[in-house]
T-cell receptor, first 114, second 111 residues
Framework: GNSVTQMEGPVTLSEEAFLTINCTYT??????LFWYVQYPGEGLQLLLKATKADDKGSNKGFEATYRKETTSFHLEKGSVQVSDSAVYFC?????????????FGTGTRLTIIP | NAGVTQTPKFRVLKTGQSMTLLCAQD?????MYWYRQDPGMGLRLIHY???????AKGEVPDGYNVSRLKKQNFLLGLESAAPSQTSVYFC??????????FGEGSRLTVL
């Protein structure tokens, strides 16, 4: 079945550093791909998404490109801030007996140090 | 701006007790989901619903039951709680765009 594999955390960076969080997927067809973010004490919220190959999702300075050839959807940001400290989840759309739902990765905890 | 509301936010149970978590959404979404979040495991889907009166099993349905009698509500029940069900539970809803809107979570401890 469909699955995602995320870079293991935790990740600790200094403010203004470059960020990459790796995500690779296994799927039949070309499912939509997502990054969700969970700030401390909150539920998850959508950060960005891409619905087809070569699409680039972007939001709040974060970007991710849907790479069919490498089955990847890596999350990047050029200059992180303390406020980016959170847990990041990669997810893909899965079809189950005609019903669509999301399958999440295990999450990557990011801590940004001033 | 209520969005998705979960009640209760915290609960402590003894092994064998029962309880129900309530999820309510005010966005008229067709799809609703219950996930559990455990350290190192990410989010795992327990049950979901694609419309009023429908439910379906997710990855880890054992020990849980759900009902969707009204479009805006999705209830998660534990008939006989076990320590392995200690977790943080998240409800979410979506339309067909698959952008999930999550509640703030319900932390359940089973002693």
């Amino acid at each position: 079945g469909n699955s995602v594999t995320q870079m293991e955390g935790p990740v600790t960076l200094s403010e203004e550093a470059f960020l990459t969080i790796n995500c690779t997927y296994t799927a039949t067809g070309y499912p939509s791909l997502f990054w969700y973010v969970q700030y401390p004490g909150e539920g998850l919220q959508l950060l960005l998404k891409a619905t087809k190959a070569d699409d680039k999702g972007s939001n709040k300075g974060f970007e991710a490109t849907y790479r069919k050839e490498t089955t990847s959807f890596h999350l990047e940001k050029g200059s992180v801030q303390v406020s980016d400290s959170a847990v990041y989840f990669c997810a893909l759309e899965t079809r189950d007996f005609g019903n669509e739902k999301l399958t999440f990765g295990t999450g990557t905890r990011l801590t940004i140090i001033p | 701006n209520a969005g998705v509301t979960q009640t209760p936010k915290f609960r402590v149970l003894k092994t064998g007790q029962s309880m129900t978590l309530l999820c309510a959404q005010d966005m008229n979404h067709e799809y609703m989901y219950w996930y559990r979040q455990d350290p190192g495991m990410g989010l795992r889907l327990i049950h979901y619903s694609v419309g009023e009166g429908t439910t379906a099993k997710g990855e880890v349905p054992d020990g849980y039951n759900v009902s969707r009698l009204k479009k805006q509500n999705f209830l998660l029940g534990l008939e006989s709680a076990a320590p392995s069900q200690t977790s943080v539970y998240f409800c979410a809803s979506s339309d067909r765009t698959k952008e999930l809107f999550f509640g703030e979570g319900s932390r359940l401890t089973v002693l």
